[in-house]
C-alpha cells in the first residue's frame, strides 16, 4: 500500500500480518517494546545510585548528575555509531524540518531537561510526592497525542487508562505517606516540568518515529542531548577532568558507566523507539509506567527497600491494565492504520 493511500484510509491489520520491518503502523506488538525499553530504564537505579551517592565509589559519590549523564550520553554515542554505518542503506535522502524539530524538542526534553528537573526535584522535595506527581506524565501524552497527532482515544480507553493510572500511583508511593507532606513548593514545579518534559518526548518521539528509521532517530536523539548536557555541564562550571575523570574512579566504576550507558541506555533507547514506532503517543505512556515497575523491583532486590503487598497488587493491576489497552484498539489515529491483536 502507497503512503497516499494509508494516509487517506484506515486499515485493520491482524497481527499475524505485522512484520519485523514493516511500517510500525501494522506492529500491534509495538507497545510492547515500548513497554520493555521503559523497563530496561527503570533498572538505571542500580548502576546509577552507587555513581552519584556515597558508598562504593567515596563519600560524596564519583559523578554529579549532570556530569553522569552528559558522561552516559557520550557512551551511547559511542556504541550508537556503529550500528548507524551498519544502518547505512536505510538512511533517509533528506529529512523534513518538522522531524528534526521533533527529535530537537526529543533530545532536549526528554534527554537533558527533564533529567535535570527531575533530580532538581528529588533534592528539593519528598521523593514520594515527587513519585506521584509524576504519574501526571501519560495524561500529558494522551493530550498531546490528541493535539499534534490527531488520536482519538474511544470509550475503552477511557475504561482502562484510569486503572493503569491508579495503579501506577499505588504503585510508585504510599499516598499516606505525602499527606503531611507540602504539595506546593519549587520541587512541585520541577517535578511537573519534568512531567511536562518527559510526555512532550514521547509525543515528539512518536512523530519523529513516523518519518525515520530506529538509528538515524536514536543516534540524532543522543546527539542532540549530548550537546544540550553539554551546555548544562558548562554553565555549572563542571566541564573539566575534575569532575568529567575524578582521581577515585576505577575499573569497577568503569563497568558500572558501561553497564548504565548499555543496559539501562542505549538498549532501551533503541528497543523504546522501535515500539514508538507504531505505538500512539497516547498509548505509549501508559506502557512508560513499566519503569516505575522495574524501579521498584530493583530497589528491592538490589537495595534491599520493602516491597509490600500494596505495589505487588499495583504491578499486577498495571500489567493487566496496559495489556487491555493494548489488546482493545483503544486509541485510533487520524489517517492511520487501526491495529487489532
Not at 129 to 152: D, M
Not at 262 to 286: D, H, M, N, Q, W
Request: overall charge positive; proline content about 5%; aromatic content about 8%.
Amino acid at each position: 500500500m502507497s503512503a497516499a493511500a494509508i494516509a487517506t484510509s484506515t486499515t485493520v491489520i491482524k497481527a499475524s500480518d505485522a512484520g519485523g520491518d514493516l511500517p510500525a503502523k501494522h506492529q500491534p506488538s509495538a507497545p510492547w517494546y515500548v513497554a520493555i525499553g521503559s523497563g530496561l530504564w527503570g533498572s538505571e537505579s542500580a548502576f546509577r545510585i552507587p555513581l552519584t551517592e556515597g558508598g562504593r565509589y567515596g563519600k560524596s559519590g564519583l559523578y554529579a548528575s549532570d556530569v553522569l549523564v552528559l558522561i552516559e550520553h557520550v557512551l551511547i554515542l559511542i556504541t550508537f555509531l556503529p550500528w548507524l554505518w551498519l544502518q547505512r542503506r536505510t538512511w533517509p535522502k533528506r529529512i523534513p524540518l518538522r522531524t528534526l524539530g521533533y527529535l530537537a524538542i526529543s533530545g532536549v526534553a526528554g534527554s537533558a531537561v527533564g533529567t535535570v528537573f527531575f533530580t532538581e526535584a528529588l533534592r528539593t522535595g519528598n521523593p514520594t510526592v515527587v513519585n506521584l506527581l509524576l504519574n501526571v506524565q501519560p495524561v500529558i501524552s494522551t493530550f498531546g497525542g490528541w493535539a499534534v497527532h490527531g488520536e482519538r482515544p474511544n470509550g475503552r480507553f477511557w475504561l482502562w487508562a484510569p486503572v493503569a493510572l491508579g495503579a501506577g500511583l499505588l504503585l510508585s508511593g504510599d499516598p499516606t505517606h505525602a499527606a503531611g507532606a507540602s504539595w506546593w513548593g519549587i520541587s512541585t514545579l520541577y517535578t511537573l516540568l519534568c512531567a511536562l518534559a518527559w510526555g512532550a518526548g514521547t509525543v515528539v518521539g512518536r512523530g519523529a518515529m513516523k518519518e525515520l528509521p530506529v538509528a538515524v532517530a536514536s543516534t540524532i536523539r543522543v546527539m542532540v542531548g549530548l550537546v544540550c548536557m553539554a551546555g548544562i555541564v558548562a554553565a555549572r562550571g563542571r566541564f573539566d577532568a575534575a569532575h568529567l575523570l575524578p582521581a577515585q574512579a576505577s575499573a569497577g566504576s568503569w563497568v558500572m558507566l558501561v553497564a548504565l550507558a548499555t543496559v539501562s541506555g542505549g538498549i532501551p533507547l533503541a528497543i523504546y523507539f522501535r515500539g514508538l514506532r507504531g505505538t500512539p503517543a497516547s498509548l505509549a505512556g501508559y506502557f512508560e509506567q513499566m519503569q516505575t515497575l522495574v524501579a521498584v523491583v530493583i530497589t528491592w532486590g538490589v537495595f534491599g527497600h520493602g516491597m509490600d503487598a500494596r505495589q505487588v497488587i499495583a504491578g499486577l493491576v498495571l500489567i493487566g491494565a496496559v495489556t487491555m489497552l493494548q489488546r482493545q484498539g483503544t486509541v485510533d489515529e487520524k489517517g492511520s492504520v487501526k491495529l487489532e491483536a
